[in-house]
T-cell receptor, first 111, second 114 residues
Framework: SQQGEEDPQALSIQEGENATMNCSYK?????LQWYRQNSGRGLVHLIL?????REKHSGRLRVTLDTSKKSSSLLITASRAADTASYFC???????????FGEGTQLTVNP | DTGVSQNPRHKITKRGQNVTFRCDPI?????LYWYRQTLGQGPEFLTY????????KSRLLSDRFSAERPKGSFSTLEIQRTEQGDSAMYLC????????????FGPGTRLTVL
């Protein structure tokens, strides 16, 4: 079953705006990872946040994790048309084990 | 070394035929994972290996599916007697146990069963 659930399912914004995507999960995790997938392509790893971390940054990306609410958010600042893709959160219950993905958020950045 | 590679990239087969996919992980990565993704869905876990040992198999992996990693390097995923419901993208990922546990994905093999 899908543990991670992304919200919203689809998001359309203008170039330069910020995009926020949310992810909720149900069971305990070791870490949570965000991936990007362009149409018909493989997944590109964006960022990993461990269960004992609350916030992490990587370039224009900011990820937060609230283990008490079992939720995470991905913020992309100053979006670009090239950011158009599907974004997935994936949870890992134990170190190096399976990932459980949500259904993803389809982000469209209009030029 | 350029990352995880998968072959073939596309496979079209007729129902009832057997197919085999290959995954070459990032060099020295000791964990290798297989996932399946259907259109509009997130990837679903199938199985994973640490070195040559298959550590976990999903219930999705029916008796028609078998995966091997004989020397702890590349892996193969075989589907016997394919069904139309097997049509999907098959993704492979690898990681280095104990070093961040980030899973790096290959480009996938798109299977179409006619």
């Amino acid at each position: 079953s899908q543990q991670g659930e992304e919200d919203p399912q689809a998001l359309s914004i203008q170039e330069g705006e910020n995009a926020t995507m949310n992810c909720s999960y149900k069971t305990s995790i070791n870490n949570l990872q965000w991936y990007r997938q362009n149409s018909g392509r493989g997944l590109v790893h964006l960022i990993l946040i461990r269960s004992n971390e609350r916030e992490k940054h990587s370039g224009r990306l900011r990820v937060t994790l609230d283990t008490s609410k079992k939720s995470s958010s991905l913020l992309i600042t100053a979006s670009r048309a090239a950011d158009t893709a599907s974004y997935f959160c994936a949870t890992e219950p134990g170190s190096g084990s399976r990932l459980t993905f949500g259904e993803g958020t389809q982000l469209t950045v209009n030029p | 070394d350029t990352g995880v590679s998968q072959n073939p990239r596309h496979k079209i087969t007729k129902r009832g035929q057997n197919v085999t996919f290959r995954c070459d992980p990032i060099s020295e990565h000791n964990r290798l994972y297989w996932y399946r993704q259907t259109l509009g869905q997130g990837p679903e876990f199938l199985t994973y290996f640490q070195n040559e040992a298959q550590l976990e198999k999903s219930r999705l992996l029916s008796d028609r599916f078998s995966a091997e990693r004989p020397k702890g390097s590349f892996s193969t995923l075989e589907i016997q007697r394919t069904e139309q419901g097997d049509s999907a993208m098959y993704l492979c990922a690898s990681s280095l146990r104990g070093y961040g546990d980030t899973q790096y994905f290959g480009p996938g093999t798109r299977l179409t069963v006619l």
